[in-house]
């Protein structure tokens, strides 16, 4: 794509006034060379990087480093939105598998450093990567990542708990020897307690007036049941 549309910065983008037709025009172009560069441009830019081990060159010990490092020589991954794009542009499920798990790596553990140093609770972080986070006031000044993997339920999270518990099955699921579903652990059940042990459950949650008139009815069974002939529940 060698003409780019025209369009306001980000800065005067709220003091930018245009007709209805414009901004249809507009929208439609930026639309379009959205999708030419993140979905087109940048993956094939991204797997050229992969396959030729930039980050070797330049001293990085694996790609999330690399891609995390706010530098000149590092792609200056710095914000959930960048993330997003890395994450877009990437074949995290197939040949780049190890090199999602190394950026997953690499976010947690500053996550987890940011939140530490600003005494912000783990709580608070996002457990899910969304391209604009409404938390965010201003996008393009921001430079933190707020998501911290480890919190997600999603593939992240549990490729993330697969590294940090499983090393051998990790390394199966990155290397494509076998599918991420094919390991996870089906959900624990919960444990089913006998009838009087919910009943006594039940009885503690009660209000005293719920008791009195529970207790009530458990004598009156007991009447009833000691008035009954044996063998004739009728």
């Known amino acids: 794509m060698e003409n780019f549309v025209k369009t306001p910065n980000s800065t005067t983008m709220d003091s930018w006034k245009s007709s209805e037709e414009d901004v249809h025009t507009q929208a439609n172009k930026c639309i379009l060379e959205a999708q030419e560069l993140v979905f087109q441009k940048l993956p094939k830019i991204i797997e050229q990087i992969i396959d030729q081990k930039v980050w070797e060159e330049k001293n990085y010990k694996n790609f999330g480093e690399y891609a995390l490092k706010h530098s000149s020589s590092g792609l200056s991954i710095t914000n959930n939105q960048r993330l997003w794009l890395l994450k877009c542009a990437m074949d995290i499920h197939g040949k780049h598998a190890v090199e999602w798990g190394d950026v997953l790596n690499e976010v947690d553990g500053s996550v987890r450093t940011y939140a530490k140093k600003n005494k912000i609770p783990i709580k608070e972080l996002d457990k899910n990567l969304f391209a604009l986070d409404s938390k965010t006031t201003n996008p393009d000044v921001e430079q933190t990542i707020t998501y911290l993997p480890s919190r997600s339920k999603s593939d992240d999270g549990q490729l993330l708990k697969l590294r940090n518990y499983d090393k051998e099955t990790y390394n199966k699921v990155v290397h494509g020897k076998v599918a991420l579903k094919d390991v996870l652990l089906s959900p624990t059940p919960r444990k ?33 049941m000691e008035n009954t002939p044996e063998g004739n529940p009728f």
Do not use: C
């Open 192 to 224: 089913q307690l006998p009838p009087i042990e919910s009943v006594k459950n039940k009885f503690k949650s009660l209000s005293e007036a719920d008791r009195e008139a529970f207790l009530a009815w458990v004598e009156e069974q007991k009447r009833e």
